[in-house]
């Protein structure tokens, strides 16, 4: 199967002057990025959260993974795996270019996923360390934000981190007390916010080495303008993980003049 942006594309200066079909099932067009979401979260969707279509200034398709649960998913259930193809061939029929996760621990399953659907796919903002490790100088440790608890070396693994020693993951303890804000299905930002600056001051206090963060869940990206003004580090999420996809998949002529 050709990747779907070899089938037309349409500059508007021109029209392609050659026959364009669209595949039998696909019933939208111009979402360049699928996004694939958890079942079970709830909370208000604020512009920088993956399920927020206005996070992105290009258009996305969104598909929740039905039955998947967080739990589920944080403990490597390979049932999961199945669930995330599935969801994937979906939006492949619906013509996105590339797909990520909008859950960092959807990472688990990378491999699996990607060698069985036909559009590039990149499941965890995990998968940036590799790439912001080679970028860092004297600071070499790179913060993370999740769950310490279930951040085990095999999700590193399957995220292409094969070495964990820089690594360091925010408080266990301060982080759950958090995310518990969720569970009520609403959410007061500012609060949230200033937790999130709380965690993220700490962290580098605690280890001044720290060259960079990179967040694993979906919220985050709501808040990374804040916390890069608190520590002054470049931070890294599934919203930036997305945005460089798209960047490679849908590639826009330089106007300009000489």
């Known amino acids: 199967m050709s990747p779907p942006y070899l089938h037309a594309s349409v500059d508007g200066a021109e029209w392609p002057d050659r026959d364009i079909a669209l595949p039998k099932g696909q019933h939208t067009a111009g979402q360049s990025i699928g996004i694939l979401l958890l079942d079970d979260f709830y909370w208000p969707y604020m512009p920088g959260d993956m399920a927020n279509a206005s996070t992105f200034d ?8 039905e039955g998947t649960e967080l739990m589920q ?3 490597a259930d ?3 795996a199945d669930m995330l193809i599935e969801s994937g061939k979906e939006l492949e029929r619906q013509g996105v270019r590339a797909i990520v996760g ?10 699996r996923v990607a060698a069985a659907l036909d559009v590039p796919v990149v499941l965890s903002s995990l998968e940036q360390i590799p790439l912001v490790r080679r970028m860092l100088g004297p600071k070499p440790k790179i913060g ?3 769950d310490a608890t279930y951040m085990t070396p095999a999700l590193f693994q399957a995220s292409g981190v094969d070495d964990i020693s820089d690594i360091v993951v925010s408080n266990s303890t301060a982080m759950s007390a958090t995310q518990k804000q969720f ?5 007061n930002p500012h609060k949230y916010g200033q937790q999130l600056i709380s965690l ?4 580098v206090a605690e280890h001044p080495d720290i060259g960079a963060l990179v967040a694993e869940y ?3 990206p709501t808040f990374a303008y804040a916390v890069q003004n608190a520590v002054g580090l470049p931070v890294f999420d599934c919203s930036t993980l997305t945005k460089w996809v798209h960047s490679a998949v849908v590639r826009r002529p330089f106007p300009g003049f000489i």
């Open 78 to 80: 390979p049932a999961v």
């Open 218 to 220: 979906t919220e985050f």
């Open 58 to 65: 290009f258009p996305v398709l969104h598909k929740v993974v």
């Open 183 to 187: 569970d009520t299905g609403s959410i």
């Open 200 to 203: 993220a001051r700490e962290m």
């Open 102 to 111: 909008g859950c960092g621990f959807f990472g688990h399953h990378q491999d």
């Open 144 to 146: 993370v934000f999740s």
């Open 73 to 75: 998913v944080k403990n």
